[in-house]
């Protein structure tokens, strides 16, 4: 049971470039979610989807995109990586209100 | 606002002490998390409760509604507790969203 997984876990970007961050999960999960976790901070949400088709701004959703084709992928597109990018990412998923989240393993993201 | 405030930020214990980990949250929090993340690893979900007490092996998570408070205790402590400790909330009518405590820093001595 694979549970939640994010590729790549390590990735290097220079300013300018872009680069998809990719989560699985095989739950049957409706909710996904993609947060961001910098030193000292609380996990932010960056952008959530409530079921295929369906996503929704979180609190940081500047510099991002996503898409949901499918239940089970929610992948996370940087279009013009900045250093403020700079970053550990989660991506997590549930089954709904009152349920245990799923967390993927991180992808650290260093923008130079 | 919807807050989740823990305490203490870093704490420190010998092998085999109790251990607790507080959390506050504000109003329109309807259910709490606990969750776990070793240096440099994922993040795992512990408990979530939205009443009263759960217990898994050494670890124990209590929840006070009318005070919106919740304490993750840990028994017999061991080095490979070391970890950060987050309390995260889930807020009512948002959509399943979760608001995250800054988390807690554990490490444990032998």
């Known amino acids: 049971n694979a549970g939640v997984t994010q590729t790549p876990k390590f990735r290097i970007l220079k300013i300018g470039q872009s680069m998809t961050l990719q989560c699985t999960q095989d739950m049957n999960h409706n909710y996904m979610y993609w947060y961001r976790q910098d030193p000292g901070m609380g996990l932010k949400l960056i952008y959530y989807s409530v079921g295929a088709g369906i996503t929704d701004k979180g609190e940081v959703p500047n510099g991002y995109n996503v898409s949901r084709s499918t239940t089970e992928d929610f992948p996370l597109r940087l279009e013009l990586a900045a250093p403020s990018q700079t970053s550990v990412y989660f991506c997590?998923?549930?089954?709904?209100?009152?349920?245990?989240?799923?967390f993927g393993q991180g992808t650290r993201l260093t923008v130079v | 606002k919807n807050e989740v405030e823990q305490s203490p930020q870093n704490l420190t214990a010998q092998e085999g002490e109790f251990i607790t980990i507080n959390c506050s949250y504000s109003v329109g929090i309807s259910a709490l998390h606990w969750l776990q993340q070793h240096p440099g690893g994922g993040i795992v979900s512990l408990f979530m409760?939205?009443?009263g007490k759960k217990k898994h092996g050494r670890l124990i998570a209590t929840i006070n509604i009318q005070e919106k408070h919740s304490s993750l205790h840990i028994t017999a402590s061991h080095p490979r507790d070391s970890a950060v400790y987050i309390c995260a909330g889930g807020l009512r009518g948002s959509n399943y969203k979760l608001t995250f405590g800054k988390g807690t820093l554990l490490t444990v001595n032998p």
């Open positions: 409760l939205s009443s």
């Open positions: 997590a998923s549930r089954t709904g209100a009152g349920t245990e989240a799923f």
